[in-house]
C-alpha cells in the first residue's frame, strides 16, 4: 500500500518557467513532509521541509504548499534552471513512524535550455 | 557538513555469494538506515538502526541482514546473492527520532550492486 505517492514519473520545463512537482498522502497521522533532490549516481539530498502546523514554506526559489485537507503537497521551483534538472522525491514522516520516512517514487525534472 | 560514506560506489558479484555493504556516518547520529531505489519504486526501506546492536525490519528485509557494532557504522549483508537484488543501494542517517525536525535524513552517494 502505497502512502506517499507521486503521480507524475516525469515533467519537463523550459527554463526560466515555473515547475510545479505534485505529491499525495493517504495516511493522515503524517504531519512532517521532506522534498528530497537526486541526480544520477549520487544519493538524494535534501531540499526543503514543511511541518503540518504550515501550509507553505520557502527557501529561496523553492517553495513547498500543503493542503492537509487534501492530503496534497506540492514543490514550486521559481525560475527553473537546467542544473534543476534531477529526480525529486517527497517524503513523509510522523511522530508514529519512530523516525522513518516514507518515500513517493520520484519525479523526474527535466527543464530545458 | 554531515558526512555519509558508502564503502563502494559499485559493486558486482556473483549469484550465492554474500556480499556486505558499509556505511560509516561522522555525525554521531543515532539512527542508520538502509533502502534499495528501483526505477518506478522510489526509496523503499530495508532495514533500520536506532542504536547500536539493534536492528528493525524495513518493508522488505527478506534476503537481507544488517549489523551495528558501532554507533557510526551500519552494514548490509546480502546472504546469498541473487538477480533480482541488483540495485542501487543507499545509506542514510538522523540524528533522533524524538524530534520531527531531527528525522531530516542524509544519503550516501549509494553504491550500485549487479548481481550476475
Known amino acids: 500500500d502505497q502512502q506517499v505517492k507521486q503521480n507524475s514519473p516525469s515533467l519537463s520545463v523550459q527554463e526560466g518557467r515555473i515547475s510545479i512537482l505534485n505529491c499525495d498522502y493517504t495516511?493522515?497521522?503524517?504531519?512532517?513532509f521532506l522534498w528530497y533532490k537526486k541526480y544520477p549516481a549520487e544519493g538524494p539530498t535534501f531540499l526543503i521541509s514543511?511541518?503540518?502546523?504550515?501550509d507553505k514554506n520557502e527557501d529561496g526559489r523553492f517553495t513547498v504548499f500543503l493542503n492537509k485537507s487534501a492530503k496534497h503537497l506540492s514543490l514550486h521551483i521559481v525560475p527553473s534552471q537546467p542544473g534543476d534538472s534531477a529526480v525529486y522525491f517527497c517524503?513523509?514522516?510522523?511522530?508514529?513512524?519512530?523516525?522513518?520516512?516514507?518515500f513517493g517514487q520520484g519525479t523526474e525534472l527535466s527543464v530545458k535550455p | 557538513d554531515v558526512k555519509v560514506t558508502q564503502s563502494s560506489r559499485y559493486l558486482v558479484k556473483r549469484t550465492g555469494e554474500k556480499v556486505f555493504l558499509e556505511c560509516v556516518q561522522d555525525m554521531d547520529h543515532e539512527n542508520m538506515f538502509w533502502y534499495r531505489q528501483d526505477p518506478g519504486l522510489g526509496l523503499r526501506l530495508i532495514y533500520f538502526s536506532y542504536d547500536v546492536k539493534m536492528k528493525e525490519k524495513g518493508d522488505i528485509p527478506e534476503g537481507y541482514s544488517v549489523s551495528r557494532e558501532k554507533k557510526e557504522r551500519f552494514s548490509l549483508i546480502l546472504e546469498s546473492a541473487s538477480t533480482n537484488q541488483t540495485s542501487m543501494y543507499l545509506c542514510?542517517?538522523?540524528?533522533?527520532?524524538?524530534?520531527?525536525?531531527?528525522?531530516?535524513?542524509?544519503f550516501g552517494a549509494g553504491t550500485r550492486l549487479s548481481v550476475l
Open positions: 514543511i511541518s503540518s502546523i504550515k
Open positions: 495516511n493522515s497521522m503524517f504531519d512532517y
Open positions: 517524503a513523509a514522516s510522523g511522530h508514529n513512524q519512530g523516525g522513518k520516512l516514507i
Open positions: 542514510a542517517s538522523s540524528f533522533s527520532r524524538e524530534v520531527l525536525a531531527k528525522n531530516i535524513q542524509y
